[in-house]
């Protein structure tokens, strides 16, 4: 039987935000994806409905790393995702470009991760104060796992202007 992980490297990593989607408390397994990946973490999504600017991967000649966590998803659950994350695609990371504290991915595991549509990549974008709701909300996921993992997304996210013109 295949194993199903995502990784997260915005909200997802909040285990209250995660919890709200999976309706259960899951594990989650701390994760750097290598820069050789090819992508970046930056703030570069907008949902013009919602006037929302939120994290998304982008492929990039100058990748870096990106921390996160990984976690398990059942085939019910990567629907209920697939659902939360309007305006992103799902794409799968080789197991090769991820390192896992304490946890070992075999070849029968599979981790996916969501990347911003072209349709909402960041455009025109007015002020709103959920965008800091947003931006709460991550923090405090990357705080849950200690300082320096928070400082390591700090470090590994790029465009932090954008956001914060739009607060």
């Known amino acids: 039987m295949n194993k199903i992980y995502i990784f997260g ?4 990593v909040n285990n209250r935000s995660r919890f709200m989607t999976l309706k259960r408390n899951s594990e989650s ?7 050789d990946f090819g992508f970046i973490r930056k703030w570069n999504y907008y949902n013009k409905n919602l006037n929302k600017i939120a994290l998304g991967l982008e492929k990039n000649v100058n990748s870096d790393y990106i921390n996160g966590i990984i976690f398990n998803v059942n085939d019910n659950e990567l629907i209920d995702l697939d659902k939360r994350e309007i305006g992103y695609e799902r794409i799968i990371i080789p197991n090769k470009f991820i390192k896992c504290n304490d946890f070992i991915l075999t070849e029968e595991m599979y981790v996916y991760t969501y990347i911003p549509t072209d349709k909402f990549k960041i455009k025109k974008i007015n002020k709103n104060s959920d965008n ?13 796992h200690g300082e ?5 997304f700090h470090q590994y996210t790029y465009d932090w202007d954008i956001l914060f013109k739009h607060i």
């Open 9 to 12: 490297y915005g909200s997802l």
């Open 29 to 35: 397994i701390i994760s750097t994806i290598h820069k």
């Open 132 to 144: 800091l709701l947003y931006l709460h909300i991550c923090c405090e996921g990357f705080i849950q």
């Open 148 to 152: 320096e993992f928070y400082k390591q």
